[in-house]
């Protein structure tokens, strides 16, 4: 599972990267780049998130 590192949506995936490398799209934020949070199915618990 992907998540966008920017407003943490899990709306992203991955465009066609080119020379550059993998690249990643966010439908929520327009975010792109290459850095993506990989997180795991299970993201309740996770210290480092706080949603309100
Ligand atoms: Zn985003």
Redesign the pocket.
């Known amino acids: 599972m992907l998540c966008?590192?920017?407003?943490?949506?899990r709306?992203?995936f991955p465009v066609a990267g080119g020379y550059i490398g993998q690249v990643y799209l966010?439908?929520?934020?327009?975010?792109r780049g290459s850095f993506v949070i990989e997180a795991d199915e299970a993201d309740a618990g996770s210290p480092e998130e706080k949603e309100p």
Do not use: E, L
């Open positions: 966008c590192p920017v407003c943490k949506s709306d992203i966010c439908k929520s934020c327009r975010y």
